[in-house]
């Protein structure tokens, strides 16, 4: 977590993340892929690995297996995705990993999205202590959380010219998305009452108030009563939202895209969200470079860039992005709140005497509701 009195960067840290035993994970899985590999292929786990930016969210497992397939040895580089068990104080109230993997699938047949093969889905609890499901492993970078990206990393490091390739190639994956047939392949995704974002933004407050668990935060509220008197007039036809579109949830090779991941926000909803999100979740970034007095990313991924882009691809000129960024402020700031409960569950952190400051950009909401941030 992001601390104001943070001394520097270095000081930076994950919160705990997981509860598992992983030496049972492996040998359950080594059990679990036994019958999933052909007769006699003997599968058989030689790498087992928890990476160190494993997620606030799904746990990820990098599992290499050899086998006997045509009685030719083999070796299949895997990631493995498990929802989280209670005991961790998950992020979110429900993981459908197979509705992820769907997800997947159909991203990778309707589109040239790269997106990783889901080899397995298993819906049953039973194997691992939870659902999950299995991918290949793609080679890549990913731009970085912490230390985030902006500042001491391959990306900031790169010549001005990488850097605007790799930005135009991710806003490129969101134009490819959102001109998929979202009410043909993917109506299960559908919210109900109303209208797409007003379906979203009702789903928002439910999950407000289940991390809120009884507390009030009041900033949280002050954004949901701006976005009630702030919603735009006119919501063009739903398309597919990949929910939680940033560069950290993208492999790069090369400054070029060859792995999208991370999908359990996915839903439907107006193009700009997708936008909103992409946009307000580098500035985020750029608050932390800031608070530490580094120079940061500055002209990457401004709003006035994006939308040009995402017009030209698309033809489709952004609308209202003042609100959708709000609107991605506000998630992340439920999002944030819960994490910073789930540290204060395991003692990493404790209760702040205003609950507003369990949002860790809540200067940032400030001055986004009075109307100063963007300037």
Not at 227 to 241: N, Q, R, T
Request: proline content about 9%; aromatic content about 10%; some cysteine.
């Amino acid at each position: 977590m992001i601390e104001p009195g943070d001394d520097g960067p270095e000081t930076l840290g994950r919160p705990q993340t997981s509860t598992r035993d992983h030496n049972a994970v492996r040998a359950q899985l080594q059990a679990w892929l036994a019958l999933q590999f052909p007769a006699g292929a003997s599968p058989r786990i030689t790498g087992f690995e928890i990476p160190a930016s494993n997620g606030l969210s799904s746990e990820t497992v990098l599992v290499d297996v050899e086998s006997d397939r045509d009685e030719q040895p083999s070796t299949d580089r895997l990631v493995v995705r498990l929802a989280p068990p209670a005991s961790a104080v998950p992020v979110f109230p429900v993981y459908d990993l197979d509705r992820q993997a769907k997800v997947m699938r159909l991203v990778a047949a309707h589109t040239s999205v790269p997106v990783p093969r889901v080899r397995w889905s298993e819906p049953d609890p039973r194997p691992l202590g939870s659902p999950f499901f299995v991918m290949d492993r793609v080679d890549g970078l990913v731009p970085p959380d912490l230390l985030p990206y902006n500042f001491g990393s391959w990306l900031s490091e790169a010549d001005p010219t990488d850097q605007r390739r790799l930005q135009d190639a991710t806003v490129a994956i969101l134009a490819a998305l959102h001109n998929i047939d979202a009410t043909t392949h993917f109506s299960f995704l559908r919210l109900e009452p109303g209208s797409a974002l007003a379906a979203h933004i009702a789903d928002q407050r439910a999950y407000y108030t289940w991390v809120a668990d009884g507390l009030r935060i009041p900033l949280l509220e002050e954004c949901f009563a701006w976005l009630e008197d702030h919603c735009p007039a006119a919501e063009g036809p739903a398309a597919f939202s990949w929910g939680d579109s940033r560069i950290g949830n993208i492999m790069y090779r090369d400054f070029e895209p060859v792995a999208v991941l991370d999908w359990e926000m996915a839903g439907l909803g107006p193009p700009e969200l997708d936008l909103g999100w992409l946009i307000f979740m580098h500035h985020f970034f750029e608050d932390v470079a800031a608070q530490f007095s580094l120079p940061g990313m500055p002209g990457f991924l401004r709003p006035d860039d994006v939308a040009t882009t995402y017009e030209s691809l698309t033809g489709h000129a952004p609308r209202d992005l003042g609100f959708y960024m709000l609107y991605a402020a506000l998630r992340h700031g439920i999002i944030m709140s819960r994490i910073q409960r789930r540290a204060i569950h395991f003692g990493e952190a404790t209760m702040p005497d205003d609950p507003n400051d369990l949002i860790s950009h809540r200067a940032t909401v400030e001055a986004m509701l009075a109307g100063t941030y963007w300037r």
